[in-house]
């Protein structure tokens, strides 16, 4: 067993958990900002109960995200030490940034926003949470700008040690390739949170009709009723899910446009920047400009001989690459002679390497990985706008249809963007190798700052500990997915009323600041530490 896969099988395990979260953060975040914004300004209660409803749900998401991500940057130290030598002086930065300014904000007013209910001015109140959305988004930018960094290095020179300098922090965080992945991965977090409100709001629009609570007319329209005896069961409730159906699948349609334009954007920097990565997911084994519909081949094929195109669209591929038709793209065959002459074939006949020293160098990844990661991306991408689309055009006349199958289906959907948003990070990344730092192409050469990722491992962790870490973890991670999941089910099957105990003392007195002039001190309405730490816990 080699150190070396067992901290990479670590580090994708982690990470791909992590990210399971982070898109949703992003995506929910958003959303419950703007439907409390609505509120505030409207004074509208289905607002009101949809802050709290999708907050709940938001909080619950954030602070497993919180637990699983600090693990992240541990293990650069733990399994990579090599790799955090190399790269320590231009990581610092933006890492500090997430650190010190965007998660200790997005944390500290989250806290605000959490504990202010009834507290605070309502203003105050929602631009709490606001700041805590945009603290979000900035962190998740940070480290998709030391990411960017990885795949295409710019803003440093390499020192005297052969480690890369930073010597300029504007070119690090302004490079073309952070611009187009933040881009993405927020396009891509709007799918993900767009779907999450539509199939859960599906689903309690559908128990409302199978409950009987709310039926239809002779031409189909909705007739809402209500369970007097059930709290949250009113007609508000039926326009919470109502309203929130409608927001998630007109964000789905907006998160997929824009997944769209930003993914074409990234793919043409790919093709600049990593044309080995684009030349495998496309399994182009030799240049020209033909799009690979279906190709087959074995699995784990790194060789052109064990590929087939089976289906292509001439022209295409020159057309995604560089808007030109016909345009000839360079292929795995053309191209791995030129890394093997910029980067040698065999790694350094280095000690620190161990086994793996002088070992040939495979510049081609593993192409069914590349290959159908690209394509699951996009074809699981396209999911949700098309659910969202079905979903306006149903809801017209104000339910949703009997139906269970497509309540479930509703439902199920809900993983879609999630698998889009994890295929494509798996196939950025192992695209990438057998490079953990990818050379820039303007400065291929002796004198150009790159990295393999069988040089970056920690040269002294055994195969014992590293295998005592990824087990441990990922019993961890497999219990707090477990968590996750009874959390999440329990208070969104519980509806509106799993998030607002205080329902039944009314509503609107449980949202008041403490100057407020409409407050009253009715001896029946509870605590508001009640009510705060009911909403937090």
């Not at 959907?413 to 990818?438: D, L």
């Amino acid at each position: 067993m080699d150190p070396l896969d067992i901290a990479r099988w670590q580090f994708g395990i982690t990470t791909v958990y992590h990210f399971l979260l982070v898109p949703l953060t992003l995506g929910l975040g958003a959303g419950v900002a703007l439907m409390q914004t609505a509120w505030v300004r409207t004074g509208d209660e289905r607002y009101l109960r949809m802050t709290k409803f999708w907050g709940k749900l938001y909080l619950i998401n954030f602070i497993l995200g919180v637990a699983t991500g600090l693990v992240q940057e541990f293990q650069f130290g733990m399994a990579w030490s090599d790799y955090s030598r190399f790269v320590g002086d231009v990581f610092g930065a933006p890492l500090a940034l997430e650190g010190l300014l965007a998660f200790f904000a997005e944390s500290t007013f989250l806290g605000v926003w959490i504990f202010g209910w009834g507290r605070l001015r309502k203003g105050v109140h929602l631009a709490a949470l606001w700041l805590a959305v945009v603290g979000s988004w900035l962190s998740a930018f940070f480290i998709i700008a030391a990411n960017s960094w990885m795949q295409h290095p710019v803003g440093v020179e390499l020192g005297p040690d052969g480690r890369p300098v930073m010597t300029d922090i504007w070119a690090v965080l302004g490079n073309n390739t952070a611009q187009a992945a933040f881009s993405h991965t927020i396009a891509g977090a709007l799918m993900v949170g767009g779907m999450f409100l539509l199939g859960i709001s599906w689903h309690h629009l559908w128990r409302r009709r199978h409950d009987g609570i709310d039926g239809v007319d002779s031409e189909g329209r909705v007739v809402v009723g209500q369970n007097a005896h059930i709290a949250g069961r009113d007609k508000l409730d039926h326009g919470v899910w109502l309203r929130s159906l409608r927001i998630g699948a007109v964000v789905a349609i907006v998160g997929f446009g824009a997944v769209a334009l930003t993914g074409d954007w990234q793919a043409k920097l790919m093709y600049e920047q990593q044309p080995m990565k684009m030349a495998a997911a496309e399994a182009a084994c030799t240049s020209g400009s033909s799009f690979s519909i279906l190709s087959i081949g074995d699995p784990g094929a790194r060789d052109c001989s064990e590929v087939t195109p089976i289906i292509e669209v001439h022209g295409l591929l020159g057309f995604l690459a560089t808007g030109d038709f016909g345009a000839e793209m360079p292929g795995i065959k053309d191209l791995e002679p030129q890394y093997i002459e910029n980067f040698g074939q065999n790694l350094p006949d280095d000690p620190r390497l161990g086994d793996r020293a002088g070992a040939e160098i495979q510049y081609v990844p593993v192409m069914w990985v590349t290959y159908w990661g690209f394509r699951l991306m996009i074809g699981l991408g396209a999911i949700p706008a098309g659910a969202a689309v079905i979903a306006l055009w149903l809801t017209r006349k104000g339910t949703v249809p009997s139906s269970k199958f497509i309540a479930r289906l509703a439902l199920v959907g809900i993983t879609a963007p999630f698998a889009a948003n994890i295929a494509g990070w798996i196939f950025t990344e192992m695209g990438r190798q057998p490079f953990v730092v990818a050379p820039n192409p303007a400065y291929w050469g002796n004198d150009a700052v790159y990295m393999f990722t069988a040089a970056a491992v920690s040269p002294t962790a055994t195969v014992g500990e590293l295998l005592f870490s990824v087990i441990s973890l990922t019993l961890v991670y497999g219990a707090l997915m477990v968590v996750l999941l009874i959390l999440m089910f329990k208070y969104a099957r519980g509806g509106v009323a799993a998030a607002m105990p205080d329902m039944e003392h009314g509503i609107e007195r449980t949202d008041r600041g403490p100057d407020d002039p409409d407050r009253d001190d009715d001896p029946d309405r509870p605590s508001s530490d009640s009510d705060v730490l009911a909403f937090a816990y």
